[in-house]
């Protein structure tokens, strides 16, 4: 879901959520929920849109197995947050295209009228 067109992430106060939608959203929610899964997905949203990061410049920040970390980034591409390529013997991973941004927006509350202005 996150993935997809912006027009299917409706704003979270606009409308109760689908079945579907929630069950999406849950995948990306529990990838989130691990201080590792979280703390890789900011290093690598670090990088700025188009960037991307090296799994070797990844490993040595956590007292982690390399086995370990891998299914930690395998769990946030399978949520539809991140993608890799692997080059060699290295591989590279980077955030997917709008994924933060619509997140962010599905999760902004609307502004009552008059607020901000």
């Known amino acids: 879901m996150i993935g ?4 299917c992430c409706p704003v979270l106060s606009a409308a109760p959520l689908g ?3 929630a069950a999406e959203l849950a995948k990306v929610f529990k990838a989130l929920g691990d201080p590792v899964r979280l703390r890789l ?3 690598i ?7 991307e990061v090296c ?3 990844l490993t040595p920040a956590f007292d982690l197995s390399q086995p370990t970390i891998s299914h930690h980034l ?3 591409r399978q949520a539809g947050l991140i993608d890799c390529e692997r080059r060699g013997t290295w591989v590279y991973y980077w955030v997917l295209p709008g994924v933060l941004d619509r997140l962010a927006a599905f ?3 609307p ?7």
């Not at 997809?4 to 027009?7: I, L, N, R, S």
């Not at 949203?45 to 960037?51: L, Q, V």
């Not at 502004?111 to 202005?117: L, N």
């Open 4 to 7: 997809q067109d912006a027009g």
């Open 19 to 21: 079945e579907d939608q």
């Open 41 to 43: 997905m900011s290093m």
């Open 45 to 51: 949203a670090s990088r700025g849109e188009g960037g």
């Open 55 to 57: 799994v070797c410049e």
């Open 74 to 76: 395998k769990l946030l």
């Open 107 to 109: 999760l902004t509350a």
């Open 111 to 117: 502004q009552p009228a008059g607020a901000g202005a």
